[in-house]
């Protein structure tokens, strides 16, 4: 019970105006991550005009066929750049569902972004042959970095 207390004083902090404008952000940066991964990813259940909510979720099924790549391989490999994974396989088995909040500024989104097309060239590489389907970076990740000290 007491975590509702958070959500109840979050509210209250932004008033009606302010849950208006999280709500509006919230659906905006939604919207301006599905229109920048479109290109690269199917996209599912989008309404008119490929518009969708506060969430979206990319289809990450058809690389099981083509590479072997599954959403967890993809979420393990967002953890290399610094990202906890989106939530995977709800409401779709296979899929990983993007909901920025409405408090992540524009360079965040678009690191998160850079981070996906990246992925998805590493996917690519996986099916054009030019790395072996069970050992490349997305089925070793996530990777383990030594920081080397200068002093």
């Given at each position: 019970a007491s975590i509702l207390l958070i959500s109840y004083a979050?509210?209250?902090?932004?008033?009606y105006n302010g849950v208006r404008h999280a709500t509006e952000y919230a659906i905006l940066n939604a919207n301006y991550m599905?229109?920048?991964l479109q290109n690269d990813f199917d996209i599912l259940y989008t309404g008119t005009g490929g518009t969708c909510a506060h969430e979206f979720i990319v289809d990450?099924?058809?690389?099981?066929?083509?590479a072997e790549i599954e959403a967890e391989d993809v979420a393990k490999r967002l953890?290399?750049?610094g990202f906890h994974a989106p939530t995977m396989s709800f409401p779709v088995p296979g899929?990983?569902?993007?909901?920025?909040t409405e408090s992540e500024d524009i360079y965040e989104l678009n690191r998160?972004?850079?981070a996906m097309i990246s992925i998805r060239k590493e996917i690519q590489?996986?099916?054009?042959?030019?790395?072996?389907?069970?050992?490349?970076?997305?089925?070793?990740?996530?990777?383990?970095?030594?920081?080397?000290?200068?002093?």
């Open positions: 979050y509210i209250r902090m932004l008033g599905r229109a920048r990450l099924r058809p690389f099981k066929k083509s953890m290399d750049y899929t990983i569902m993007i909901e920025p998160f972004i850079d590489d996986v099916i054009d042959k030019k790395v072996h389907p069970h050992n490349n970076v997305l089925k070793n990740a996530p990777h383990s970095y030594k920081i080397i000290s200068r002093d």
